[in-house]
């Protein structure tokens, strides 16, 4: 991964021109990025320009190219498709189009682009990159521009950002458009589900995806569907029988509907095309099932963008300005990528080359290979898919019983976590139990066997249907110790926010007076706050996170057409300023108060002041966000009355207790697909420390690593014992020492015009941290 060095208020890209353009097809968060590569640039000191439709616009150039101001990209963060325009070029595909298209930029002193677009529009970028010293070559020969021109503009920096929403370029977790894309497909989806449940139909989906089948797979994971055709992986020889089959076995265990999904590239082994109506006819011919088709089409693109690819978009529109303007005439052009929670260059023709090699694979029936040049996290998508869908019930039970509890706030994904962890340890041999109410319910004996149809549609519901309480086991560790020999629990799934964290702690450090508690045990994070140490995300934070980012959009809306207006929005997260930090980044805020980052009176009037100055000059609406513990004295009446009385004459103010809604209503797919990836690894990992644990006819254990939090580091999902995550955790304000996201606080500043410096470095935030509270020292 390239290092970046900070950038500096105005001295970065002083005398440099930047040139950014949408290419291909739309993707939802292209706006996002365009905003933050105008905005980043300028701050550089760096003249910033829009190339409207795409590669067209850079050979007609004139009007086409204009200059952008920070103005000029306000109120774009929530519109979907790209405003600058896109379009298919064919002129630029000819040397006479990549002449005309050098001559415009040279006459307007540009050598820094910025593509965001397909595999295809970048691919046109560096062959323009490279061709650019005979391009020029060419014009002096002609007289159109001076060797003096020539010799001034002599290389060409290239940086793309992958827009697509079919998530098909290798190289990146996640493209610009495919997390929007996903938003659309589940909210008809789950509109489909109910109107299937009520008339027992079966329903198939085609999804956009010609080529890649990862919006079609994840759907699938997301909807918990019967069968899924992706073009990576056609379905075996008689395919049609096992699916007739999979389909009535599904009805015979009560279930009322059945999804199936389609990309729209699958095809057979043969490498006819697999089609919706060729499905339809199928079911119906063979199984005389009611049975529909819905091709969801454009719909897919359209809408604004979700919170994720807004952060996504705007964190990329950052580290592709810092690589243009750190690039030298010998640097390879390069691709800005998301790898885990980290913005990374990647050479731009190396990951081309990959994505190029899938299609090979495809083509030549190495589907095996396919799945693999896809990345990590499609073919572990693939592997969670067929290990839950592909129901083999086993002929032998384990005998062991596996207990699953939500602990704490509910939040939405549990239930979805919980489902996967059902089905996988029923598929292991195991008996499943669910524990009603939290750590109350295993009291109390609130316990119960649960099967595979007792979870059937759990994966897109919101909130906790085991139901969950706050209370810690401590109050109850006799109890819950006599509930775990009557109902010869091996082994426990615990669900929940910190109070997850601390009640296995608690359990933990019980064993030495309670051997019943001597069990494996799994903490699995589920919280808005994202608050649980061991873990870069919880399971119900992108959902509340959508939820608040919907809620600021129509807040700011609401002040359109009125006079200057600023809105004061709390939200929640406890101590943890994550929400409000990444809401802000995504609605586009101008200030977020959280704790991790202390402030005080001059720091409220500096903002207050920078906030007066932009409403007299340029914006007419303005956001601020507050975390509801940011500070026990600022409270969110205070920051509200400090602006309306400071702002008098130039904005008046309204606030906003977002309060509960947070939690959300349905999961998001993000929200979906994380939790059933962690609720079955979860319990594959049970299963081997179950194996280990078992000693002269029982289990028993007592080893640190017996007792784990299964979080997402990085880009891995990693077990870590929860007593050595003691040293890590602030206790009293129930969060991690050290938060990842802290590194993002720069850049809402920026985006926001202050005038600081920017290092978005790991280290740095992590200084950041330790600075500030001291952590070093509790």
Not at 478 to 488: G, M, P, Q, Y
Not at 528 to 536: A, K, L, W
Not at 724 to 744: A, C, G, N, Y
């Amino acid at each position: 991964m390239a290092q970046t060095a900070p950038i500096q208020q105005n001295k970065m890209g002083q005398g440099r021109a930047i040139a950014v353009l949408t290419s291909g097809g739309d993707a939802q968060g292209m706006n996002a990025a365009v905003r933050a590569t105008v905005r980043v640039g300028i701050y550089t000191g760096a003249k910033v320009y829009f190339v409207h439709e795409g590669y067209q616009g850079l050979v007609d150039g004139g009007h086409h190219i204009r200059l952008a101001t920070w103005e000029s990209v306000s109120m774009m963060l929530q519109l979907g498709g790209t405003v600058i325009g896109s379009a298919r070029c064919k002129d630029f595909r000819a040397k006479e189009g990549r002449t005309q298209a050098a001559y415009n930029l040279v006459k307007l002193g540009i050598t820094n682009l910025c593509v965001i677009g397909g595999d295809g529009s970048l691919t046109g970028a560096n062959l323009f990159r490279k061709e650019w010293s005979e391009l020029l070559s060419d014009l002096v020969k002609t007289g159109r521009i001076t060797a003096v021109e020539a010799k001034n503009f002599s290389h060409l920096n290239i940086v793309g950002m992958v827009g697509s929403i079919d998530n098909d370029f290798c190289g990146t977790d996640m493209t610009i458009g495919t997390d929007s894309a996903l938003h659309r497909i589940i909210e008809i989806v789950d509109a489909i589900t109910t109107t299937a449940q009520s008339h027992q139909r079966t329903f198939i989906l085609e999804v956009m995806g010609r080529h890649c089948g990862y919006l079609a797979l994840v759907t699938a994971l997301a909807c918990g569907a019967d069968w899924v055709f992706i073009p990576e992986m056609p379905p075996d020889e008689g395919w049609e029988e096992h699916l007739c089959r999979r389909l009535t076995d599904q009805r015979g265990r009560g279930s009322r509907l059945n999804i199936l999904i389609v990309a729209e590239g699958a095809m057979d082994r043969h490498g006819k095309p697999i089609t919706c109506d060729s499905v339809k006819e199928l079911v119906s011919k063979k199984l005389g099932f009611d049975t529909r088709t819905t091709i969801l089409g454009h719909v897919q693109r359209g809408g604004t963008p979700s919170a994720f690819d807004r952060i996504l978009a705007s964190r990329m529109g950052v580290e592709a300005v810092m690589a243009l303007l750190e690039a030298t005439p010998d640097t390879p052009a390069c691709v800005v990528s998301l790898s885990g929670n980290m913005a990374v260059r990647l050479p731009l023709m190396e990951c081309v080359q990959v994505t190029k090699d899938v299609t090979v694979a495809m083509s030549e029936g190495r589907f095996d290979d396919a799945v693999k040049l896809r990345g990590k996290s499609f073919e572990n998508n693939w592997t969670t898919y067929k290990m839950l869908a592909h129901v083999h019930l086993p002929e032998t039970k384990s005998n062991i019983n596996i207990a699953i509890i939500n602990v704490g706030a509910p939040c939405a994904g549990m239930n979805a976590a919980v489902r996967s962890a059902v089905r996988i340890g029923i598929l292991q041999g195991h008996q499943m139990l669910a524990v009603h109410d939290g750590f109350d319910g295993l009291a109390h004996g609130l316990i119960e066997p649960i099967g595979w149809s007792g979870v059937a549609g759990w994966t897109g519901k919101g909130g906790s249907n085991l139901g969950t309480k706050r209370s810690l086991p401590s109050e109850y560790m006799e109890e819950i110790s006599l509930s775990i020999t009557k109902f010869n629990i091996h082994a426990l799934v615990i669900i929940g926010g910190f109070e997850a964290y601390v009640g296995g702690l608690e359990m933990v450090q019980a064993r030495q007076k309670y051997e019943e508690l001597c069990i494996p045990l799994v903490v699995v994070p589920a919280t808005v706050s994202n608050n649980v140490p061991g873990t870069d995300f919880c399971i119900g934070t992108d959902t509340a996170l959508n939820t608040i980012t919907m809620t600021c959009d129509r807040i700011k809306q609401s002040a359109a057409g009125t006079k200057r207006r600023v809105f004061i929005v709390e939200t929640m997260g406890g101590y943890c300023g994550y929400l409000a930090t990444m809401a802000g980044l995504a609605a586009g805020a101008d200030a977020a108060y959280i704790f991790e980052e202390p402030f005080n009176i001059h720091d409220l009037e500096v903002n207050v002041e920078h906030l007066v100055e932009k409403m007299k000059t340029t914006v007419k609406r303005g956001l601020i966000l507050r975390n509801e513990k940011c500070n026990a004295n600022y409270t969110t009446d205070f920051i509200f009355n400090l602006y309306s009385e400071e702002g008098k004459g130039v904005f008046d103010c309204r606030k906003n207790v977002l309060g509960h809604m947070q939690q959300g209503g349905t999961p998001s797919p993000f929200d979906r697909n994380f939790a059933t990836k962690m609720g079955m690894k979860s319990v594959l990992w049970l299963t081997d420390k179950l194996k280990e644990c078992y000693r002269h006819g029982r289990i028993f254990a007592n080893s640190p690593d017996s007792a784990c939090v299964l979080g997402m580091r990085k880009r891995a999902l990693v077990f870590q014992p929860l007593t050595e995550l003691q040293e890590s955790t602030d206790f009293e304000h129930r969060i991690p020492k050290v938060q990842w996201w802290l590194k993002m606080r720069p850049i809402l500043k920026i985006l926001a015009k202050y005038k600081i410096d920017l290092d978005t470095s790991e280290k740095t935030a992590m200084e950041h941290v330790i600075k500030k509270r001291g952590l070093v020292n509790q």
